[in-house]
């Protein structure tokens, strides 16, 4: 359904800042504290007018958002390492990932953004309580904590109509 799109919300300055269905998007736009910066092809149908979906709004006054540092999730982990072991960098189901401490927890390892990837089940055992240097294996990338602008790459929206907005 068009009202359940994502649409890239973006802050006075264009910075993004959020991520809405296009429901909470039509609502900003009519009450005047968004302007639409681009349009999907889709519309919303009334008895009426067509009303264009947004693909990315902008708020019309700034808000001021706080940094916000990124909660260490499984999801987000997988996302961010595209739901693939970071070993033998095949790609699996979320089902046949776990998540793998760098830095065993045994040696102080911690369960932050930087000492979590994605892993298979064989990679993870082959591993075992040692550092991947010691198991002779290599990342695929250095693991590192998901920014906002990743965070929305990553999720399922019109990236074309967002590329012009997301650095990453």
Not at 16 to 25: L, S
Not at 55 to 76: A, E, F, H, M, T
Request: hydrophobic content about 40%.
């Amino acid at each position: 359904m068009s009202l359940n799109r994502l649409v890239l919300v973006l802050n006075a300055s264009y910075e993004p800042i959020n991520i809405c269905a296009a429901r909470h998007a039509l609502t900003l736009v009519f009450k005047g504290a968004a302007v639409v910066e681009e349009v999907s092809d889709r519309v919303v149908r009334t008895s009426r007018i067509n009303i264009p979906v947004p693909d990315v709004i902008r708020l019309v006054r700034y808000r001021r958002v706080p940094r916000q540092n990124r909660s260490v999730s499984r999801k987000g982990i997988l996302l961010r390492d595209g739901y693939a072991c970071q070993y033998c960098h095949r790609r699996y189901a979320a089902g046949d990932l776990t998540l793998d401490h760098v830095v065993p927890r045994s040696r102080g390892g911690a369960s932050v953004w930087e000492n979590l990837v994605a892993c298979c089940f064989p990679c993870n055992n082959r591993k075992g309580n040692r550092t991947p240097q010691e198991a002779g294996m290599v990342l695929a990338k250095q693991p590192r904590q998901i920014s906002i602008h990743a965070k929305h790459r990553l999720m399922a929206g019109n990236e074309t109509a967002w590329n012009r907005y997301l650095f990453c």
